[in-house]
């Protein structure tokens, strides 16, 4: 059974990402990923993040969340091309998700998903 | 046999004395205490001396033999009067040391010697706003340190428009002095003040919601990109290591802001008291040592400081193995140059490094006094020319 789960960053996260670390703010960017994203991988078959809404993103947000999934938390560049949607109206941010993607994906992961 | 007997800082020589016992050990540390205290009361004389001589006449004794007796009577009654400098500003030589000096004195006074010190804004005629986030981030944090005591006092300022500034940016209320006039000044009024020890995009609200064009813009002009990544900056590298000042505040990662939109264009001024952009980079904890040497050779030879600013401005850019690390000032640069309009200068410790986005023009410059911190102003505008 396929299931299809849709993740808004404003509505179901914060209006306001900011930072990479928990350590740095209360909205950081491993917050969301762990919290998030990690448990819709897990659990859906799809998962589409919404990045509207949001004033911004700085690039220490996107880079802990996304290209941690590669880098910590051990899903590979394929698993989430075939899973992860991410719908912006701004192309340039899915350009830029996809890039922290890919580099990540050049480092070895530290540890498997649980 | 004999045994040497050990204080805390003295060793006594076996053949003065036959055995240890309680007598020698007490005589070791009054010895001990009396060489630090002449060390110690040394060095206060000589600042002192420097303080008297910075004092304005109307402050000095009658005779200058009497200067030490005055200058012991201040400090033995703990009580300062620090006179500020005329212009708060950090882009001129001038201005520049005799602020830095009267912080540094501020610093000392405050937090060394834990004395009273009532600043005399008499004298102040300008207040340009990188040289008053600076003075607002030292107040602040002093104020911190020493937990509310009431140690820092002010007198009144002449000029009615630095008094605005004071009050609106609650540094009178601060020093204890009660707000007594109406900011009405237009080069005042506009002023927003945030501070927080963390990287908190909700301090952006404000400012976004005034300035709506500049953050929901569908081109994403990346204003709020710009100043998250200068709050996660500051938080993760700018206290990694202590202050030059030898003053670290244990677990206080703060940054202070200033923004101003007036006359068509969005000014911001953003502060942390750190170790600095170049010793955060020759630390190599963020993007290695060798990356950050082979960048910075490229750059020349002049400018040992600023050129560490422009190396930041450009790692994110160059080809590293640290592919995931945020873009930090790069990002700030962004925002300049996607606009095409405006510019941004970055000054840390003795560097400064200056962007123009209409010609791409960008000038180093290192000053003789480092200002122990970071400070990033830039100025964009505001689409349409709107204000508030």
């Not at chain 2, 080069?187 to 609200?205: I, L, M, P, T, Y």
Request: glycine share 6%; net charge positive.
């Amino acid at each position: 059974m396929t299931t299809h789960k849709i993740i808004s960053v404003a509505k179901d996260f914060s209006r306001f990402p900011a930072g990479r670390h928990r350590a740095d703010g209360p909205y950081s960017g491993e917050r969301f990923r762990d919290e998030k994203l990690v448990p819709a991988l897990l659990n859906s078959t799809t998962v589409v993040v919404d990045l509207d809404g949001c004033l911004g993103y700085g690039s220490s947000f996107l880079e802990e969340a996304f290209g941690g999934l590669v880098r910590e938390r051990a899903l590979s560049f394929e698993e989430l091309q075939s899973k992860l949607d991410i719908r912006s109206s701004d192309s340039s941010l899915r350009t830029e998700i996809w890039s922290y993607i890919r580099s990540a994906q050049t480092q070895s992961p530290r540890k498997r998903v649980k | 046999m004999t045994q040497s007997v050990r204080s805390s800082r003295v060793t006594i020589r076996p053949f003065l004395m036959k055995r240890p016992n309680k007598k020698a050990r007490k005589y070791s540390i009054i010895v001990t205490r009396k060489r630090t205290w002449r060390a110690i009361r040394s060095k206060r004389l000589a600042f002192l001396y420097r303080f008297y001589e910075s004092s304005s006449d109307a402050q000095r004794p009658g005779s200058q033999r009497s200067w030490k007796r005055w200058a012991q009577g201040c400090y033995q009654k703990s009580r300062f009067t620090l006179v500020a400098p005329e212009v708060f500003g950090v882009q001129q030589d001038e201005q520049r040391s005799a602020l830095l000096s009267f912080l540094r004195q501020l610093r000392r006074i405050t937090l060394q010697w834990h004395c009273r010190v009532c600043i005399d804004f008499s004298k102040v005629k300008l207040m340009q706003p990188a040289g008053t986030l600076l003075f607002a981030a030292e107040l602040d944090r002093i104020l911190r340190a020493i937990s509310g005591k009431a140690l820092i006092r002010c007198t009144y300022p002449v000029d009615n428009v630095v008094e605005q500034v004071l009050q609106h940016l609650g540094l009178l209320q601060a020093m204890k002095r009660q707000p007594r006039c109406q900011v009405s000044a237009e080069n005042v009024k506009f002023w927003h003040f945030e501070s927080d020890n963390e990287a908190n995009g909700e301090r952006v609200e404000k400012l976004a919601t005034e300035y709506r064009q500049l953050f929901t813009d569908a081109k994403r002009n990346r204003m709020y990109d710009g100043l998250v990544e200068a709050m996660t900056n500051c938080v993760q590298h700018a206290y990694a290591q202590k202050r030059q000042d030898g003053m670290m505040l244990r677990g206080d990662r703060r940054w202070w802001m200033f923004s101003e939109g007036r006359d068509g264009k969005l000014a911001v001024a953003f502060c942390d008291l750190g170790m600095g952009i170049d010793r955060s980079l020759k630390s190599g904890k963020k993007w290695g040592i060798r990356a950050v040497h082979d960048l910075v050779a490229s750059l020349g030879r002049k400018h040992p400081v600023s050129r560490y600013i422009k190396a930041a401005t450009e790692l994110g850019r160059s080809s590293t193995n640290q592919h995931h690390r945020g873009k930090g000032l790069q990002d700030l640069k962004n925002v300049i140059e996607s606009i095409e309009d405006g510019w941004m200068e970055i000054l840390s410790n003795e560097g400064s490094y200056r962007f123009i986005a209409n010609d791409r023009r960008e000038t180093l410059r290192d000053f003789r006094d480092s200002i122990l911190g970071t400070l990033i102003c830039w100025q964009i505008p505001i689409p349409g020319g709107e204000q508030p």
